[in-house]
């Protein structure tokens, strides 16, 4: 197994000591379910310390350029806000003196159903992002040590309460020309296949439109997905309504009824986060944020944080020929996963021979918070151990391999 720990340990050479990984069972979760997976170490030294943890990490932030009026021009102002979402620790093995050999250890705990599910989008004056990551470290006896550990990114996807097939809708429209004067009415029947996708999937809609009762001509039936976006930086907001992808189909007559017909939109592939993404979530330059354009070839997820909500639905119009009344139109809410990520593949090393400890089934109210800590609740031997660092935003780290 290639273990690895300098890569993750910036500007130190802490390979002396050996090597820590972790890797969860799946990449990706649902609030509610049950993390599991395995902590490796291969300790060809033993590093200065008895404390091994996990550190569970979210975190969001939102960055929006508005151009304001400042004097006889206008200037681009950058506003930027960033909030932690949970950061606990769980105390995952005790050894009596600083550890050295091969050793597996085993865990599982439960997500909160509360976490807002993963998200990334970068548009045109904007960026915003949710980000969880899971880290296993050693604590050093010496608070001013740097810490010997490994982090790995997890994905929350978004729970869908009511998992709908078939979702029908229907909408009856009077419809009017200019100056008031009434052209009848219509009724529009849609039903939705299913209220929740993935990146790739396709969107199947049936459409059914009584045209008999009007006056009107319907010019085409257009089968839509649409992105409802807010975002909020200090007190900046900003908030769009993004057509992502759309088909349209033929119109109907005056005086006529279509028997119902299917109209299909493959939905785009997942975005995927290039090297220069990776560098500007963290220090998001105000030139980066101004020559990106609103992009539709991507998806993204559905979320809703403190500063993101991002919803997603599939809607059907029928545009009329002539009319001044609001256009025939219905949709259904759906939710859109946040995609898998494969994590880097791993080898045995050819002495790869470890120890394993019984498997660490720990209740969330078994982890640690920063601030419990602090006020000495969790007992001395941690007050006299434990460093924890300040929150900040930091980019996702790239998948590396993993080389013994």
Known sequence: MGLQSSKNNKNSDLSKYGEIYLQTDK????????????????????????????????????????????????????????????????LLHQWEEPYRGQLIIPFSFMLPNCLPPSFYQQGHRYLAFVQYSIETYIQPLDKTAELFKYKQDLVLRESIKDKIQDFPAQMTTILKTCGCQSQGSNLLKANFEKNFYSSGDIANVSVELDNSQSQLRNKKIVFSLKQNLKLKAKNCPLSKTLTIVKQEGPGIPKEALNNGGFLAIPLPPPFELTEKDQKMKKNPSMHFLLKLKDNAEVLTSTTKSSLITSEYFLEVSCPMSGLCAPTPSTSCPIGIYFPEFEPPTIVEPEDWNPQSVESKNLAFNSLVEKEEVKSGKVGSMMDNMMKFQSFEVESIPTNTSFNY
């Open 27 to 90: 990449s990706s979760y649902f609030g509610g379910d049950t993390v599991t997976g395995r902590v490796f170490l291969n300790m060809t030294s033993a590093f200065p310390g008895t404390l091994l943890f996990l550190r569970l990490k979210g975190k969001e932030a939102v960055h929006i350029v508005k151009q304001e009026s400042r004097g006889k021009s206008n200037e681009n102002i950058m506003y930027s806000d960033k909030k932690g979402i949970i950061n606990q620790h769980i």
